[in-house]
DNA sequence: ATACTCGATGAAAACGATTACATCATGCGT
DNA sequence: ACGCATGATGTAATCGTTTTCATCGAGTAT
């Protein structure tokens, strides 16, 4: 030290008009010399807080992981905290360490908060974080009961958007709807607006109208396949609950000689990459993933930092993005 | 407590053979009873250890990263680490928090070791990392110069299959190489391994057959269609840098009629979901993601856990995947 | 000149664990 | 029966901060 009490030091550091203007100087050259960082571990003892926020995905596909952690994490940094990641921690199979008691697969003590996005619907996962107690975002349910923060996208408005564009050049007879498992929350929301936009058209949807499978290529391709060795889909429109059914479609449309938008008109959901890496381009109802990210990372850090707060629920707006997989052509 | 004092409790917690029998036994009733977890904080600054590790990964493209992250966050969990990302730290416009006194953009003092990726030639990062002074694993290049851990994967191996498996069915003069910008690790690695299988075949590969551009769709898509206005590429083997590239070489041409593998040959690199989902399927030379994951997390733990071993230096495998783009009609 | 305030700084307790050391009872050998 | 090794447990120092409280000096008002 430069002739200075640590207390001094801490002073300079935490509280610098707490201090003389020149035993400040001194101190903070000495600091630069030593190259002397204060310890978090210590910092963190006495404050009870690491300025870490723990994120635990579902093992969503890449690019929607990728962009929501590159996005939480670039906020999450301004705000001066930094991220620990926990991919596909309700994963059964995922290994358990000794520090999660909770089963919530993570360094719980660690972080001073949780953001957790569910895509299924199950109470368990809820009930233990409700159980863990620390402040908590949630993304993707808006239901969870306890007292947390919510941010979810409007699934509903999207699919409308998506089924509406659909009906304007098809007979709702005629419109599809191909889902992934029954119980995913996206894929349910999306199945129910499809349903209900057709209901207000005064259709009531058969059951053939709307299928369920997985969030997967394979599936979208089986389904399209199975479907033109029955009647020929041609004349049809399909919104698909992802885009990686959309791409199965699309390729089992093209391989019977069927042409987008032509003969199939097809929406996907997500607007991810692939949808304009294909020929046509597949139409898409974009989800804000960078916004989600964000608002999760800003509604968590005002839990933290003022818990008494009443949660916040926020419902990010997606939007249809018409591309030449389904665009009509009187209006190309 | 349970009649016993502190430091039985942590005798108990940590080494139970110091401590009898029964007593064990009450101590660990009382601890479930009353649901105490020690605090990682106070053990962090006893220890100096917060079994923590940082991953800094330059803005790689969504299915790299994710892959990446789940196989390091698996392996890392199975060791009893955590990790804390910094997607994008080497950017120059990422903000900067208060215990990033590095430029590494970090919380340096917070883990025990840093996994950091690089792809492209420069200096700085290397000598920013070295001056750290913290146990290190580089992944993606080799010749970091300080004492670090290195895993990479072998770019040369996958780009020699690729062009060999070109020359077999198309002269060396019809053979492009169509890379990212120059300085970039990968790219440049590959360019030089399809050069030198091409010399290898006593052909001396023409200004026009290695092309630089970036990482991205849209410059495959103006080479090839930059190309096609020219000399047309019917004909042609082209070896692209990346997936992305190779997509965008695949639309341009089969716009302009040219059929794959019949008119144009075409192999990608980094096995990406892309390539399955498009018809024809492309060919490509797969990175072994997973592998090189938890390959640098078990270098970085065990140089954690025991410094004075020297780094080791890891190179995996890459394979070629032979598919429909490229396959010579004759093996079919 | 005295008392009072205020600004600057140091001393020491606290955060919650680990661990070296001290203590104490027990059982053993002689 | 005494000394001593041994095993179990408590005491207290320690890690590196922050923060309360006390101290001290100087300036100011009466």
């Known amino acids: 030290m430069s002739g200075v009490s640590i207390a001094t030091v801490s002073r300079v550091l935490n509280n610098p008009d707490l201090v003389a203007r020149n035993t400040t100087e001194r101190v903070q050259r000495a600091v630069r010399e030593l190259g002397y960082r204060p310890n978090l571990f210590a910092k963190s003892l006495l404050s009870k807080r690491s300025r870490v926020i ?3 995905l579902p093992d969503i596909h890449g690019e929607f992981y990728a962009e929501l952690m590159h996005a939480a994490d670039r906020r999450a ?8 990641v926990s991919a596909g921690a309700h994963q059964e199979d995922a290994p358990r ?8 697969g993570f360094a719980i003590d660690l972080v001073d908060g949780l953001i957790v996005m569910l895509t299924e619907q199950s109470r368990s996962d809820l009930e233990a974080i409700a159980r863990l107690n620390i402040p908590t975002a949630v993304i993707g349910c808006d239901r969870p009961g306890a007292r947390v923060e919510t941010i979810t996208y409007d699934n509903i408005l999207g699919a409308e ?5 659909l009906l304007e050049g098809t007979p709702p007879e005629r419109c599809y709807f191909v889902g992934a498992h029954k119980g995913n929350l996206d ?16 259709h009531e949807p058969d059951t053939d109208q709307i299928a369920y499978g997985e969030f997967t290529f394979e599936w979208g391709w089986d389904w399209a396949s199975s479907r033109m060795d029955a009647d020929a ?4 429109a399909v919104f698909a609950a992802n885009d990686e059914i959309a791409v199965g479609i699309a390729n089992a449309a093209r391989e019977r000689g069927l042409e987008m938008p032509r003969d199939i008109r097809l929406v996907g959901f997500d607007d991810s990459r692939i949808c304009t890496l294909l020929r046509p381009e597949i139409s898409s109802v974009r989800v804000p993933i960078p916004d989600l990210a964000s608002e999760a990372i800003d509604a968590l850090v005002r839990r933290i930092e003022s818990p008494e707060r ?4 926020t419902r990010l707006a997606t939007s249809l993005v018409i591309r030449d997989s389904s665009r009509l052509k009187e209006r190309a």
Chains 1, 2 share one sequence.
């Not at 360490?97 to 919530?104: E, K, L």
């Not at 889909?233 to 049809?236: D, H, K, P, V």
């Open 310 to 313: 009443d949660p916040k629920h």
């Open 161 to 165: 958007q998506a089924t509406e564009h």
């Open 233 to 236: 889909l041609a004349g049809a």
């Open 187 to 202: 894929s349910d929301d999306r199945a129910r607006a499809f349903t209900d936009t057709l209901r207000a058209r005064g």
């Open 97 to 104: 360490t000794d520090n999660d008691s909770t089963g919530a």
């Open 77 to 84: 940094r301004e705000l001066g905290y930094h991220l620990l």
């Open 54 to 56: 723990g994120v635990s």
